[in-house]
């Protein structure tokens, strides 16, 4: 297993897969703090510049670690960044036949029961929302994932998204028609089964809140949790624990 010195050096194995990469102190002590806390099973908050690297100052020692991990952010673009480009360039430089996830919030995956129940009722507040439906309709006979930020065709802001996509208290559970069919259990299967998972704030803090009340779990056991934008934690918490 490569040390941060192999991964971080200029002639390490960042820089072979990184055109222009250059060695910053900084993110390498940054690197060797998180190591250390991983390997202790410590608490560690860091503060970082603009310009330091801290993403792959996280990834490099949390994928190194052999253990399993969650990756939190704040926003929807640092998670879609993390799992299309960050982490495959990690892995890659790493050479870890590392499996990764992305999960997501439920409202963030079409339902093929309310997706259906739309279709037939053709209950729509404009042309456009059933012009959209349909869009959704044809998108979820070609998807894998069931992501509704796939479908490219529907904007995100359209209100048919409500109409097609399932709650907490909507949910028909097993007794679904489509259960076997559902997007939402099929990526929590796959984060069950990674090595690292991506999600963001709200879905950690839903998962801490289910798990206090005993009634499910929405994100899998693991070694190591990263927070990343955590400046957004305490607002993103109380949402889900009051002030």
């Not at 690297?53 to 052999?66: C, H, I, N, R």
């Not at 990764?100 to 029961?113: Q, S």
């Not at 869009?135 to 359209?158: I, L, Q």
């Not at 076997?180 to 963001?200: I, P, Q, S, T, Y």
């Amino acid at each position: 297993m490569p040390s941060l010195s192999d991964v971080f050096s200029p002639g390490g194995l960042l820089a072979s897969r990184i055109p222009g990469y250059r060695l910053r102190p900084q993110q390498l002590e940054m690197a060797e703090r998180i190591e250390a806390a991983i390997a202790a099973n410590k608490v560690l908050v860091a503060e970082a510049g603009t310009g330091t690297g801290k993403t792959f100052a996280y990834l490099v020692p949390a994928l190194l670690s052999g253990g399993k991990g969650i990756v939190c952010t704040g926003t929807k673009n640092l998670q879609a960044r993390l799992f299309a480009k960050d982490i495959p360039t990690v892995c890659q430089a790493l050479g870890a036949p590392v499996q990764v996830a992305l999960l997501k919030g439920r409202a963030n995956y079409v339902c093929p029961y309310h997706l259906e129940r739309a279709l037939s009722e053709g209950r729509f507040f404009s042309k456009e929302d059933a012009a959209d439906v349909h869009r959704v309709a044809r998108f979820a006979k070609k998807t894998k994932t069931g992501d509704k930020s796939e479908c490219v065709d529907v904007p995100e802001n359209s209100g048919v998204w409500a109409l097609v996509t399932s709650t907490r208290e909507n949910c028909l559970g097993q007794d679904c028609p489509y259960h076997k069919e559902c997007f939402v259990l099929a990526a929590r299967r796959e984060a069950l089964a990674a090595d690292l998972v991506v999600v963001n704030h709200h879905l950690f803090f839903a998962d801490v809140m289910l798990r206090d009340e005993g009634t499910a779990e929405l994100l899998p056991a693991c070694n190591t949790v990263i927070f990343d934008e955590a400046h957004q934690l305490p607002e993103t918490a109380s949402l889900f624990f009051g002030n």
